[in-house]
């Protein structure tokens, strides 16, 4: 490690920036965003900091460098483009034991300028010792997007709220596991969705409250999408890596499970045609069970958890039994699937509606309302179909939709092992006994089915027309 990560507090102090161009410009707002005061120097001076200085408490001296310049400053940044000034602003300063940084040249600093994430008061400094400044702008891009903005607000709660934490519990492990569950809980989830007073609340409630042997649980009903981890929400992928237990499906793909906490227990409760490893009512119990056990539950679904997911089923459950939970929304395998083939849904020329309609029907189950999904100008998704698709197809023509209408089988969609098969009504059927398809699969029938030898873009196995 060639440098201590530190954290500098410079409100209210003044600081050098020796230069006048765009890299002068960015430093000295950086200094400013911090509260200090900020002198520059340099000969010639950009407009947009004769602007900055208008706004802000920035000193514009317009000459040269001079070693009087490093009088009464707490800090130095040399951010010139000639390097004999750079050097000189350097070996002055660590001559006088301040802090400098000369931009672009590590052996000249005693302190460099990591890349920053700012959700005040949290902040994250990430740095490469000076050696990659595009590497690290790029680490900072990739936690830009996984640390939510509302941290910013969680942080100044908990500050709002320290001293009173402090002396309500004083003992150290009690107060630290007080704070894990409002800061890894439903307070602050509240503060995430912007229910700020709702989060003040329940920390209220909490902290009059709060005994650290008793169990609180939550159930989080997470829609894993259709297979591609990439299509996962912020949200949802937050949540897999605070749970302390996951219940899963057979639809939720092993790359996707994962990305799961690594100590999380994990439980299958996947169902098939005729095959379930877990009745829904035994599923619905098992959530309230683990919760009431004080666990935070991670119910992961294929695709929708409301969309053929029976996610209404198992919320109504945890609110009848006082249960707290949240429900992620994820990408339905009909928009998923449908993208990743190059079939869009709707189409002006060519789909007026789209239908989503489950292919599967219960045991003595009322049919599908065949007429209205035969009509022209639409798309019908069937989810669940595979074993039924002999049934679908001759029940369409014989509603009036013609043999020779566009319908395709995608085959674990949006996967590296993604398989589209385009055919019509009459020759699908025939098209899952040659080639073998297996479930999930999804069946797409409608004239935009006809654009995918145009729009294809994702082919990762074999495709067949």
Known sequence: MNFLPVFLRLAGKTCLVVGGGSIALRKAEHLLRAGSRVRLVAPDIDARLRELAVAADLEIVERGFTPADLDGVACVIAATDVDAVNAEVSRLAQARELPVNVVDDPALCSFIMPAMIDRSPVQIAISTGGQSPVLARLLRARLESAIPGSYGHLGRLAEEYRERVKQALP?????????????????????????????????????????????????????????????????????????????????????????????????????????????????????????????????????????????????????????????????????????????????????????????????????????????????????MGLDNVERICTSLKAHGRAPETPAALIEKGTTSVQRVFVGDLDSLPGMIADNDVRAPTLIIVGEVVALHEKLAWYNPGEEIT
């Open 171 to 383: 003992d150290v492990d009690t107060r630290r596991r007080f704070w894990e569950e409002i800061l890894d809980g439903q307070a602050a989830e509240l503060v995430f969705a912007g229910r700020l007073e709702a989060a003040r609340e329940l920390l209220e409630a909490r902290l009059e409250q709060f005994d650290a042997t008793a169990p609180r649980g939550e159930v989080y009903l997470v829609g894993a999408g259709p297979g591609d981890p990439d299509l996962l929400t912020f949200k949802a992928l937050r949540l897999m890596q605070q749970a302390d237990v996951v219940v899963h499906d057979r639809l939720v793909s092993a790359p996707i499970l994962e990305m799961v906490r690594r100590d999380a227990e994990r439980i299958y409760a996947g169902k098939a045609r005729a095959e379930h490893s877990m009745p829904q009512e035994s599923i619905n119990q098992l959530l309230v069970r683990l919760a009431r056990d004080g666990k935070r539950v991670l119910r992961l679904k294929g695709g929708d958890p409301f969309i053929f997911g029976r996610g209404g089923e198992e919320i109504a459950e945890l609110i009848d039994e006082g249960i707290e939970f949240q429900v992620v929304p994820g990408i339905t395998a009909a928009s998923g699937c449908a993208s990743y083939a190059g079939i869009p849904l709707t189409h002006r020329d060519h789909s007026q509606a789209c239908i989503f309609v489950t292919g599967h029907r219960r045991d003595g189950g009322e049919d599908l309302n065949w007429e209205m999904l035969s009509h022209a100008n639409q798309t019908v998704v069937f989810y």
